[in-house]
Each structure stands twice: as C-alpha cells, then as structure tokens.
C-alpha cells in the first residue's frame, strides 16, 4: 500500500464555489489549479482582481505526481478535514512572483502567512503541520538587497529575515517551515546567515531545481544521439550558421547584448531572435496598461509581455514609423544606466550610441522559427532543428547580475538535451555550480573565465571575445571543434536523463514531513 502524502487547504475545491468561480471566469479567464488548490497568498486574487493570478504551480506535488506516484498516494482535502480528526498535514503555500510581493511589500494582505484561516494558524502553533513556502518556479537569492540583485530582481526583502519574523509573530515553529528555492546558493548561504545571527531551530532550507522538471514530459521520447547530430552537421555543412540565440522576451540586459552583437558585427553569423514589442517603447506608447500583461489563460491571449504578430508587423515597418527616431532615443536612454554595469570600457562603450541602436533596431524584426512569441511555450515541444543547424548556443539566461545566486531555467537544459555547447550570459559561477551538479562544461573548447568574473562589465567584454572568436572560424574548423566535445555532450545528456536530483529533494522533504506525522 502506497504511503499517503497529505495536503491540506484553505480553499479546497474552492473554484465549485459560486460567488469565486464569478470572479474566475471574470477576471482570470479559464484559470485553473494544476493538480491542486490554492492556500494564503493563492487565494489574494480570488477577491480583488488587482492582484496577480494565482500560481498554479505547486512544484512539489507536480513532482509526487509526475516521478513518485509509484510510491506515495497524494491525499488533498480541506484543513478543516485534517483538522477536526487531529491529523498532520502539508499547507502549501505556492508564491506568485518575487518575494517583494508576497513579503509584506504592498500591505497586510500581501504578508506572508496573513491569510491562513485562523483554525489552520492554531493547528500550525500546535506543530502539526508542515508549512511549505513552494518559491522554486525561480531562483530568487534569500538576500535580495545588495546591489547586484537589486539590478536583477528589485528591492527584494531578506526572505530569510522575513519568514524567521512573520514566523515569530505567528508564533510558528519555524522547524516545521520549509522553503523550497532554485537558486543553487541559497542552502549555503541560508546555514552561513542562520550561523551569524544564532538562529537555533532554522526552518528547512531545500534545493528543489524546478526547471529541470518542467521540460520533462518532453524529454522521454527524445531518441537522437551526439552522432545523429554531429552526422546532420556533417551532411548540411554549407547552411549551418555559427551558433544560436534566442530572445524570445525583451529585457534590456539582453538588448544590450542584441546591440554587442550588432555592433561587432556578428548577427548575420547567427540564428537571432528578436522583436520589439509596442508596449515596451513607453515613451511612445503611453496609453498601454501594463499591468494586463501576462493574463493569458486557456490558451486564450489577452495580453502579453512577449511580441505579438501584430508587433512583428509593426517591426517590418519601423523604419518607416514616425517615431522612430525617438524609439532610438529611447533606448540610447535607456541603455545609458547599463554603462555602470555593462558598458565602461572602451570595448564596448559604442555599442549603446545611437547608431549602433538604430541599425540594430532596423534589422528588426530577428526570427528563426516563430513570427510572436505571446502563445510560445518555451517548456515544452522545441523546435530541435535549431540546435542541429548551429554549432553553440549563446544564452540569455533569466538573471545575470547578482553574485548570491544561481538559476537554471529551460533556456540551459534545452541545450543539454540537443548536444548544443553554450556560452551563457548568466550570473556568475554558473558553470562551477553545473560541474558541482554532476555536468560537465566546455572548457577548453570554450574559455569559460567569464564564469568567474563577478562584474558585469568585465563579463560582458570576456563574452564578446570569446563570440568573435568562435564565430570568426570557418564553419569546417567549427564541425571539427564540435565533434571533439563528443564526451561532454554525450556525459551531459546522460546525465540528465538519469539525474535524480528531483527524487533526492522531495526525499529530503518526505523526512522533514515524517519528523511532524510522527
């Protein structure tokens, strides 16, 4: 008999009640729980629109569901169910978005465990339920403040410092809280700050790698070897480009790298990706609400952070556009606060001038396989054909700036499972942490000291040399270069696939939940 994994919620079931499922198909369009229900900071939306959608991503079951169902039955009810037998349970608490949001930031309603009906509060007091914050659908680092992640994610609050607080003042046994995190330093870094401040009884600092779940239910059917690959490079030689490079959403670190690109003259040796989306040219478009971006649901597009096929359109059309020249002021503008960070050096000052941006912003709009990106799914169902036409991936992954962080989104792990080498504009030590993970990088095929460069600037420069050069051999030399990291690609797919890296942290979390159930 399989063990039964328990799940309590506030709102169990909560979309079968009347006056919330208005207020669903009013503002939220489809929306609907993946696997489960919603609990504290869940619930927000569900009674004022103002706030975000509830995030249906509930990681940690997803992953009972999708690679240990074999062993655990998941038993969800309401908390007044567990409640009212004296039983233990789970109170998952997935978050939506950055813990500014959801650490009191905004007001009291957006405080961490200020939601929680009050007879699950005395349930949790009493140390018969095991508190899980599910941050793990991005790696946030647990100190947001200094100025490197204040770069890349805002002023974030401590998370640390906010639970340890809010737990106190709930009166919350703070070991029998876990938090779930993707960011790869934060264990380290959560034992060193809970040694400084003598913090006695730490809540359950776990590493869950979300990302590395999320394109999993395409990678089983996944046949093709490093010798497939190499032997179509081989075959189709004279249309391969030199690497590949996506961009599907514009944030301007990226564009900043788009410009590098354009300026030292190294797009056409590419598979780009780029499109200006309207709504970004705020000083254009001022009548675009912003804050309606990224409700989409049920495949139904209402607005997106991401170009449309209208923006590609209008794209085609830029040069013509009246405005265009304050576009281009715009981002000369724009790009200007980036020279503190990215930009200094004689090497790559022109690279934000005004010419250099209108000529970029001319070859607009960059597509490789899709002419919008709004309904793109970027977890699921690639387009492998890119990866075979391109010998290397240059990456935008999504955070680059801070120190106190590492993140692997899907943007990497596609690549491992195409046999694509990378250079990745990432945060620092992204590559020591892949190799600590059981993968292996590239060097010396690829000089890889910008992995351990901690100022963006000078980052930024290594990468550029490292793309000119790459990119300024004969695309013969480049097969040859490729096949000699047949050992490491075939290591990192291997790897992958037989990671279980997933298994180990909800096995650490089953042993935390078996502390409270006993």
Not at 85 to 112: K, M, Q, V
Not at 156 to 178: L, M, Q, S
Not at 486 to 495: E, G, V
């Given at each position: 008999m399989?063990?039964?994994?328990?799940?309590?919620?506030?709102?169990?079931?909560?979309?079968?009640?009347?006056?919330?499922?208005?207020?669903?198909?009013?503002?939220?369009?489809?929306?609907?729980?993946?696997?489960?229900?919603?609990?504290?900071?869940?619930?927000?939306?569900l009674?004022?629109?103002?706030?975000?959608?509830?995030?249906?991503w509930?990681?940690?079951?997803?992953?009972?569901?999708?690679?240990?169902?074999?062993r655990?039955?998941?038993?969800?009810?309401?908390?007044?169910?567990?409640?009212?037998?004296?039983?233990?349970?789970?109170?998952?608490?997935?978050?939506?978005?950055?813990?500014?949001?959801?650490?009191?930031?905004?007001?009291?309603?957006?405080?961490?465990?200020?939601?929680?009906?009050?007879h699950?509060?005395?349930?949790?007091?009493?140390?018969?339920?095991l508190?899980?914050?599910?941050?793990?659908?991005?790696?946030?680092?647990?100190?947001?403040?200094?100025?490197?992640?204040?770069?890349?994610m805002?002023?974030?609050?401590?998370?640390?410092d906010?639970?340890?607080?809010?737990?106190?003042?709930?009166?919350?046994?703070?070991?029998?809280?876990?938090?779930?995190?993707?960011?790869?330093?934060?264990?380290?870094?959560?034992?060193?700050?809970?040694?400084?401040?003598?913090?006695?009884?730490?809540?359950?600092?776990?590493?869950?790698?979300?990302?590395?779940?999320?394109?999993?239910?395409?990678y089983?059917?996944?046949?093709?070897?490093?010798?497939?690959?190499?032997e179509y490079?081989?075959?189709?030689?004279?249309?391969?480009?030199?690497?590949?490079?996506?961009?599907?959403?514009?944030?301007?670190?990226?564009?900043?790298?788009?410009?590098?690109?354009?300026?030292?003259?190294?797009?056409?040796?590419?598979?780009?990706?780029?499109?200006?989306?309207?709504?970004?040219?705020?000083?254009?478009?001022?009548?675009?609400?912003?804050?309606?971006?990224?409700?989409?649901?049920?495949?139904?597009?209402?607005?997106?952070?991401?170009?449309?096929?209208?923006?590609?359109?209008?794209?085609?059309?830029?040069?013509?556009?009246?405005?265009?020249?304050?576009?281009?002021?715009?981002?000369?503008?724009?790009?200007?606060?980036?020279?503190?960070?990215?930009?200094?050096?004689?090497?790559?000052?022109?690279?934000?001038?005004?010419?250099?941006?209108?000529?970029?912003?001319?070859?607009?709009?960059?597509?490789?396989?899709?002419?919008?990106?709004?309904?793109?799914?970027s977890?699921?169902?690639?387009?492998?054909?890119?990866?075979?036409?391109?010998?290397?991936?240059?990456?935008?992954?999504?955070?680059?700036?801070?120190?106190?962080?590492?993140?692997?989104?899907?943007?990497?792990?596609?690549?491992?499972?195409?046999?694509?080498?990378?250079?990745?504009?990432?945060?620092?030590?992204?590559?020591?942490?892949?190799?600590?993970?059981?993968?292996?990088?590239?060097?010396p095929?690829?000089?890889?000291?910008?992995?351990?460069?901690?100022?963006?600037?000078?980052?930024?420069?290594?990468?550029?040399?490292?793309?000119?050069?790459?990119?300024?051999?004969?695309?013969?030399?480049?097969?040859?270069?490729?096949?000699?990291?047949?050992?490491?690609?075939?290591?990192?797919?291997?790897?992958?696939?037989?990671?279980?890296?997933?298994?180990?942290?909800?096995?650490?979390?089953?042993?935390?939940?078996d502390?409270?159930?006993?």
């Amino acid at each position: 008999m399989n063990q039964k994994i328990k799940f309590g919620w506030d709102y169990f079931d909560y979309s079968k009640q009347p006056h919330i499922r208005k207020i669903i198909e009013k503002d939220f369009s489809g929306f609907q729980p993946d696997y489960t229900y919603p609990n504290d900071s869940d619930t927000l939306p569900l009674f004022d629109s103002n706030y975000q959608p509830t995030n249906a991503w509930h990681n940690i079951v997803n992953i009972f569901n999708h690679h240990l169902m074999v062993r655990y039955e998941l038993d969800n009810r309401d908390t007044t169910d567990f409640i009212k037998n004296d039983e233990t349970f789970i109170y998952l608490i997935a978050t939506n978005g950055g813990p500014a949001l959801w650490c009191g930031g905004h007001d009291e309603r957006s405080t961490l465990f200020h939601n929680i009906k009050e007879h699950t509060k005395q349930h949790i007091r009493d140390g018969k339920v095991l508190v899980t914050i599910d941050m793990s659908f991005e790696g946030f680092p647990m100190d947001g403040t200094d100025k490197l992640s204040r770069i890349d994610m805002g002023d974030n609050p401590h998370i640390a410092d906010i639970i340890h607080k809010r737990a106190e003042e709930e009166k919350f046994p703070t070991d029998k809280i876990v938090i779930l995190s993707a960011n790869h330093k934060d264990p380290k870094n959560y034992r060193e700050w809970c040694e400084k401040n003598n913090i006695k009884k730490p809540i359950n600092w776990i590493l869950l790698d979300w990302c590395e779940r999320a394109i999993s239910s395409d990678y089983d059917e996944l046949t093709e070897t490093f010798e497939d690959n190499f032997e179509y490079k081989k075959n189709n030689i004279d249309s391969l480009k030199h690497y590949l490079c996506l961009m599907r959403r514009w944030k301007m670190p990226r564009v900043y790298h788009h410009c590098l690109l354009n300026y030292f003259n190294l797009i056409d040796k590419g598979l780009v990706s780029a499109i200006l989306a309207k709504w970004d040219i705020r000083s254009v478009f001022k009548d675009i609400d912003r804050t309606k971006m990224e409700m989409a649901n049920a495949g139904e597009v209402t607005f997106s952070d991401c170009a449309s096929l209208d923006d590609y359109e209008f794209n085609k059309n830029l040069k013509d556009f009246e405005f265009l020249d304050l576009i281009v002021d715009e981002y000369s503008t724009r790009l200007k606060p980036q020279l503190s960070e990215l930009g200094r050096s004689r090497f790559l000052y022109k690279a934000r001038g005004k010419e250099n941006v209108k000529d970029f912003l001319l070859k607009l709009p960059l597509t490789v396989d899709k002419k919008h990106f709004d309904t793109l799914d970027s977890f699921h169902h690639w387009d492998a054909s890119l990866y075979k036409n391109t010998m290397f991936s240059y990456v935008y992954e999504t955070w680059c700036y801070s120190t106190n962080m590492v993140f692997y989104s899907e943007k990497i792990y596609k690549c491992i499972l195409n046999f694509h080498p990378f250079i990745a504009w990432a945060n620092p030590d992204t590559m020591r942490y892949m190799i600590k993970n059981g993968y292996k990088t590239f060097s010396p095929y690829i000089n890889e000291s910008y992995d351990r460069e901690k100022i963006p600037e000078e980052r930024s420069i290594l990468l550029m040399k490292e793309m000119m050069r790459l990119c300024e051999l004969p695309i013969n030399k480049l097969l040859d270069w490729y096949g000699k990291q047949a050992d490491i690609l075939t290591h990192n797919y291997n790897h992958f696939m037989n990671n279980n890296h997933l298994q180990k942290s909800a096995r650490q979390f089953l042993k935390i939940y078996d502390k409270v159930v006993l």
